[in-house]
């Protein structure tokens, strides 16, 4: 008899924080339902969710940029479905499996250069300890070197290229021989490269944390610079990639690009499946798996799982047949536009940056007296606390999903699925129009909101809504 999962998820209906309390994360509990982002999800299709009381949510954080397709796509899932009715062979292991070898041929078609060699993995952050690997082999070096604010995911090699020290405090020791360079700063990256002894230059075209957009040519130049000195060029696309951007590869808005090893993953399986896939040339795969002894050097047991590749191959024929990276272009202007517009309008809002579907909006300390208050206060209290005050009511009154794009940033991100449309669009800035227009009222209800929550995370804090900003002294 097989378990019915329906009646399981009927009858544990809405126990969601309670399982997670005892069995699973109670911290994350208490944080989710500090912000009230406790909601219990029971439905999803494209771009929207639904809680168990029914109501709909706008989803522009798409499971971390997962959900390109948007959530349950059909096609794939009919293609998964289909798959799984042929009883095909999955992980024999010491075969060459045919589904691993198509999708690792389509992706090499979207590749800006040749890139010889695809291995896969189940993750993104398996990618980057795939491209540390790969660059130290390949080179005999070891040094490694990455961006401030980078994020290449949290296992222990990743970590070792994190930018920022709230995810790495408490695991020291890290990798040796990793070095931090501003993001953006073809100087700094010239210094670092210069005794020519690194393996790698590992970033990200667009920084995923905060939505960094390097300066125009500082991509093309960090290239010269890797050749020049022998390091390899590492692009991780995890984010950025899939089309997100408008474009396969964030690196192709520069033009002709020829990295040495491109790191994809999140959406490559429509979201169904954990899957990552690592494009490498042909001489630093042959220095790594050097010998047949070594053939499997590096290798993951759920590496090139089929449920995986078919869904790999079926969400890149979608991207293809639906135009979606044309529409993430369309959409991402339409957005990125129309919230620009809003900058003389609400002094909070500083700046506005886009690649087709990835945008940040920037909060920055308003000019009049009163609100310059509220702002230092809220920063005092903590420094990742202000953009709460837009997220949370977004949600809250909205039912629009987004997150904070970092920690200590005053940013929050827009990652939505590429499908999205021009009335999804429409009902963001409708949306953020409402919540910066209660922001900008002070005291008022967006304010409300830090006061509680700042009072939940610091007992002793003041009540924001009760300091003039005189009284504050500020
Ligand atoms: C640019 C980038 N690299 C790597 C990762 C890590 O991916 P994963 O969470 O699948 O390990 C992420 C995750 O957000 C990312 O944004």
């Known amino acids: 008899m097989t378990i019915n999962i329906n009646e399981i998820l009927a009858n544990a209906r809405g126990e969601n924080y309670d399982l997670h309390e005892k069995h699973v994360n109670p911290r994350f509990v208490k944080t989710l339902g500090t912000i009230g982002f406790d909601r219990c999800y029971n439905r999803a299709e494209g771009q929207y969710l639904w809680d168990i009381q029914g109501h709909r949510y706008l989803d522009m954080l798409a499971g971390y940029g997962v959900f390109n397709l948007g959530r349950n796509n059909p096609e794939i899932r009919q293609a998964l479905i289909d798959f799984m009715e042929t009883d095909y062979p999955s992980m024999v292991q010491l075969d060459a499996p045919l589904l691993s070898g198509l999708l690792a041929k389509e992706l090499k078609k979207r590749m800006p250069n040749e890139l010889d060699y695809v291995y896969f993995t189940n993750s993104g952050t398996e990618g980057v300890e795939t491209a540390i690997k790969f660059a130290r082999c390949a080179t005999r070096r070891s040094t490694i070197v990455y961006a401030h604010k980078a994020f290449h995911g949290l296992t222990n090699g990743s970590l070792s290229l994190n930018g920022d020290d709230t995810f790495r405090e408490g695991f020291s020791p890290l990798l040796p021989d990793c ?33 960094n957009i390097p300066p125009a040519g500082y991509i093309k130049q960090a290239q010269s610079l890797c050749q020049q000195h022998g390091t390899l060029f590492v692009a991780d696309e995890v984010q950025s990639g899939m089309g997100r951007t408008g474009k396969f590869l964030a690196l192709e808005h520069e033009g002709e690009i020829d990295p040495d090893i491109v790191i994809l993953s999140k959406s490559l399986s429509g979201g169904f499946i954990p899957v990552g896939a690592v494009l490498t040339r042909k001489w630093i795969y042959n220095k790594v798996f050097s010998s047949m002894d070594r053939s499997v050097v590096h290798s993951s047991t759920f590496g090139q799982g089929s449920l995986a590749m078919v869904a790999g191959l079926a969400t890149l024929d979608y991207i293809d047949e639906h135009n979606l990276m044309q529409n993430a272009t369309e959409m991402g202007n339409a957005l990125g536009t129309q919230l620009a517009e809003l900058k003389d309008s609400y002094e909070f809002i500083k700046d506005i940056r886009w690649r087709g579907l990835m945008l940040a909006i920037e909060f920055g300390k308003p000019d009049s007296l009163k609100l310059r208050a509220a702002w230092t206060l809220a920063h005092k209290l903590n420094k990742s606390l202000f953009p709460q005050a837009v997220t949370i009511p977004l949600l809250q009154d909205h039912g629009v999903l987004t997150q904070v794009a970092g920690h200590n940033l005053d940013v929050i991100k827009l990652i939505p699925p590429l499908i999205i449309d021009k009335t999804d669009v429409d009902y963001f800035i409708s949306s953020f129009k409402a919540v910066m227009e209660s922001l900008h009222k002070f005291p008022g209800p967006c304010w409300e909101v830090i006061s509680r929550i700042g009072k939940s995370a610091f007992p002793n804090a003041p009540d924001i809504n009760q300091t003039t900003p005189y009284e504050s002294k500020l």
């Open 179 to 211: 070095i931090e360079v501003p993001f953006g700063d073809i100087e700094a990256l010239e210094q670092a490269l210069s005794k020519s002894n690194v393996a790698a230059f590992v970033f990200e075209p667009i920084q995923g944390k905060g939505v």
